[in-house]
């Protein structure tokens, strides 16, 4: 997965690949004198190093160039079709500049850098990757719970 082309335009969704699993995903900010910089949830600088369950207590929305996140990414605004994208200068941009520094609960389920992303870009928290594990693991738990043995 290299660099998408065309060149991202400030408010789409980048996605960095961690592994063949899960990505990490952030808004493009726009550039800074001629550097490319990305929004995004991250606990990399917390003193939670562990996730604990899947949570870190202490994680916060970053600004940083794209290329310290990651040099392979691309552009996925994938709810685009779905969901039409706010406007980046007067709403987007704005809740970015107000959440830099805050402290956020990372929650791999429930509220993790994907969720952060589509919050910001579409006003709503959605996580692909964590909706193909729950499809996943939903049937390998359906029986048990339908005969009531957990």
């Given at each position: 997965?290299?660099?998408?082309?065309?060149?991202?335009?400030?408010?789409?969704?980048?996605?960095?690949?961690?592994?063949?699993?899960?990505?990490?995903?952030?808004?493009?900010?726009?550039?800074?004198?001629?550097?490319?910089?990305?929004?995004?949830?991250?606990?990399?600088?917390?003193?939670?190093?562990?996730?604990?369950?899947?949570?870190?207590?202490?994680?916060?929305?970053?600004?940083?160039?794209?290329?310290?996140?990651?040099?392979?990414?691309?552009?996925?605004?994938?709810?685009?079709?779905?969901?039409?994208?706010?406007?980046?200068?007067?709403?987007?941009?704005?809740?970015?500049?107000?959440?830099?520094?805050?402290?956020?609960?990372?929650?791999?389920?429930?509220?993790?850098?994907?969720?952060?992303?589509?919050?910001?870009r579409y006003g709503l928290k959605k996580s692909t990757q964590i909706e193909k594990v729950y499809a996943q693991i939903l049937p390998t738990w359906k029986k048990p719970f339908e005969k009531k043995k957990l």
């Amino acid at each position: 997965m290299g660099s998408s082309h065309p060149k991202p335009f400030p408010g789409d969704i980048l996605e960095f690949p961690l592994n063949k699993y899960f990505s990490h995903f952030g808004i493009y900010y726009g550039e800074r004198d001629g550097v490319p910089y990305v929004a995004h949830l991250t606990c990399r600088d917390s003193e939670t190093k562990l996730l604990l369950f899947g949570r870190a207590l202490k994680s916060e929305v970053k600004l940083d160039p794209v290329e310290l996140v990651g040099r392979k990414y691309k552009v996925r605004n994938l709810l685009d079709k779905v969901h039409p994208p706010r406007d980046f200068y007067s709403l987007v941009k704005p809740a970015i500049d107000d959440m830099i520094g805050r402290d956020v609960t990372f929650d791999i389920l429930f509220h993790n850098s994907e969720h952060q992303a589509t919050l910001f870009r579409y006003g709503l928290k959605k996580s692909t990757q964590i909706e193909k594990v729950y499809a996943q693991i939903l049937p390998t738990w359906k029986k048990p719970f339908e005969k009531k043995k957990l």
